[in-house]
């Protein structure tokens, strides 16, 4: 299988980094090939322009190659912080221009946007790994989990994967060597779940 992972961590010393690497190594463990997006290692421009807001308009080359790996992959994994219950503005800039209208999803005939979308992504799995330094009952009680609505409701369901999972990583500030060993462990797990060795 082709597995597309999208970082978005400014820090080659996090544990977003640890956590998108520890994917990469156990998917080419269990022999599938790999497409990897370091948005900030590759100075990823999360404006959108106006020429690119409607389903034909023109497209920068950069833009439409990763748009084309979206559309051809089986898997696709995304890595980042919870900020202020958000991605980080690169990674929600890569949704907004890559994860585009006749890439991602159309609407149906004689439907100008208004309905309900019909997905087009070919993957089957999406897997989003998040860390944290706020307390699950917090972020449940108070925010409603904002990012599992995201991902899940707004993204991948509106673009027809059909199998979706997410692990939140807290508290991560204080977390130990130990502990964070032991998170990676269940990255290699959730790999093994969803992308079993071929």
């Not at 980042?80 to 219950?85: I, V």
């Not at 027809?160 to 269940?186: C, H, K, Y």
């Amino acid at each position: 299988m082709n597995v597309l992972i999208v970082l978005g961590h400014p820090d080659e010393n996090s544990f977003n980094h640890a956590i998108a690497e520890t994917c990469r190594q156990k998917l080419a463990e269990n022999g599938h090939s790999v497409i990897f997006h370091d948005l900030h290692k590759e100075n990823f421009d999360p404006i959108l322009p106006t020429s690119e807001i409607v389903k034909n308009g023109y497209v920068d080359e950069a833009i439409q190659k990763q748009c084309d790996e979206l559309a051809s992959v089986d898997g696709i994994i995304v890595v980042h912080p919870n900020w202020w219950g958000q991605p980080p503005a690169i990674l929600k800039g890569w949704v907004d221009r890559v994860v585009r209208q006749g890439v991602a999803y159309k609407f149906g005939v004689n439907d100008n946007g208004e309905g309900v979308p019909i997905g087009l992504l070919k993957a089957h799995t999406a897997l989003v790994f998040n860390t944290s330094n706020t307390d699950e009952k917090r972020e449940i009680e108070v925010f409603n989990d904002p990012l599992q609505t995201l991902w899940k409701n707004c993204i991948f369901d509106f673009c027809g994967v059909p199998q979706f999972d997410r692990r939140m990583f807290r508290i991560v500030i204080t977390s130990t060597p130990e502990i964070r060993q032991a998170w990676l462990n269940e990255v290699e797990t959730m790999i093994n779940k969803y992308f079993p060795q071929k």
